[in-house]
């Protein structure tokens, strides 16, 4: 059988590479592509997949990959980028993620109201892969599911 991966979804510079490399215990240089990056345990979606809604389809067919979603959205950047109900749109569970929770403290509320928007269900996580909060929690999480090796 396939090996499922965790997807990652997000708006361009949100920090979904950045994620991708700490949960794959990657630790040399922030690559940056334009193309779907297979990893170890992660999908890392290119942002062009959800800003062109007529890419959701290539989106959709990466998911057959999946075993969760971490559909992410940028505390130091909250420009809407989904279409409303957009996280139902999956079949595997999709967990919200805010990113950059070491910036901009004021949007931490909107970005809560983006995420159930979305129709993505709580808990959420805040992360930073710059300080390290909330990294461990979300690792154990994904451990939990079986979508992490211990
Ligand atoms: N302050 C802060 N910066 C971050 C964090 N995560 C990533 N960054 C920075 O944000 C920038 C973009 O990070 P990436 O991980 O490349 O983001 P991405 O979503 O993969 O970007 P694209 O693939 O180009 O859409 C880089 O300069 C990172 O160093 C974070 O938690 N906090
Ligand atoms: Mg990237």
Not at 17 to 22: G, P
Request: charged share 25%; hydrophobic share 35%; glycine share 6%.
């Amino acid at each position: 059988m396939k090996k499922k991966r965790i997807m990652i979804i997000g708006a361009r510079n949100c920090g979904k590479t950045s994620l991708a490399n700490v949960l794959n215990d990657y630790r040399g240089d922030l690559r940056k592509t334009q193309d779907t990056i297979f990893s170890k345990n992660t999908i890392d979606v290119p942002s062009a997949y959800i800003e062109i809604p007529w890419m959701y389809m290539h989106t959709i067919a990466l998911s057959q990959d999946a075993g969760c979603i971490l559909l992410m959205v940028d505390q130091s950047n909250c420009s809407e980028v989904y279409s409303p109900g957009f996280a139902r749109i999956f079949k595997c569970p999709v967990t919200g993620v805010i990113s950059k929770c070491d910036k901009n403290m004021k949007n931490k509320n909107l970005c809560e109201k983006q995420l159930r928007a979305i129709g993505v269900e709580e808990p959420y996580f805040r992360i930073s892969t710059k300080s390290g909060e909330g990294i461990q929690a979300l690792k154990d999480y994904l451990k939990a599911w079986n979508m992490l090796s211990v």
